[in-house]
């Protein structure tokens, strides 16, 4: 199995661009989250879907978007890009079933917007 | 949500045992405590979760007193690829909404 696939890798956004983060996940899991990561600090979670067609917002969800049409795929989407948006972007998988799941990382997209 | 705090750095040497804390004062009854390790340029990736009491696995050991206020994750006989963010996660899995804190950066001296 591959886990969770995050594309691309990196990434340089001109400001006011626009582009989706793609991840998938073949563990058929139903949570999904996107976290972001700046330098030097922690995580923080942007958005994340029970399922789905359902998703809800994090911590920091301004400026972005996502959807999840499939259990598969969680895509967030950029619309205007901001120099505050230069992070590292990682997806994340869960079971839903029991109270102690454990997440599932992808090896995140380094995304720089100058 | 159950806040946690833990240090931000510590330092060890090779062969040592380090324990790292963190504190979660508002923990509920059916939150668990997970810790995940973290090397650059990579996501997180599991080590241990626990519910009470003592812990372990091949890799470490997790130790949580009665009142599950804090909980302390010990890594035996550290060596340099030890060197690593640790954070402790606290909470339900299956609201979706897992905050993670600051972490803590430890740095294995050889």
């Known amino acids: 199995n591959a886990g969770v696939t995050q594309t691309p890798k990196f990434r340089i956004l001109k400001i006011g661009q626009s582009m989706t983060l793609q991840c998938t996940q073949d563990m058929n899991h139903n949570y999904m989250y996107w976290y972001r990561q700046d330098p030097g600090m922690g995580l923080k979670l942007i958005y994340y879907?029970?399922?789905?067609?359902?998703?809800d917002k994090g911590e920091v969800p301004n400026g972005y978007n996502v959807s999840r049409s499939t259990t598969e795929d969680f895509p967030l989407r950029l619309e205007l890009a901001a120099p505050s948006q230069t992070s590292v972007y990682f997806c994340a998988s869960s079971y839903p079933d029991r109270l102690n799941e454990k997440l599932f990382f992808g090896s995140g997209t380094q995304l720089s917007v100058l | 949500l159950a806040k946690t705090t833990q240090p931000i750095s510590m330092d060890s040497y090779e062969g040592q045992e380090v324990n790292i804390t963190c504190s979660h004062n508002?923990?509920?009854?059916?939150?668990?405590i997970t810790w995940y390790q973290q090397f650059p340029s990579q996501g997180p990736r599991f080590i241990i979760q626990?519910?009470?009491t003592k812990v372990t696995n091949e890799v470490a050991s997790l130790f949580i007193p009665a009142d599950r206020k804090s909980s302390t994750l010990s890594l035996p006989r550290v060596s340099l690829s030890d060197t690593a963010v640790y954070y402790c996660?606290?909470?339900?899995?299956?609201?979706?909404?897992?905050?993670f804190g600051q972490g803590t950066t430890l740095q294995v001296k050889p």
């Open positions: 626990g519910y009470k």
């Open positions: 508002n923990i509920a009854t059916n939150d668990y």
């Open positions: 879907s029970v399922g789905a067609g359902i998703t």
């Open positions: 996660l606290v909470g339900p899995g299956n609201t979706g909404k897992l905050i």
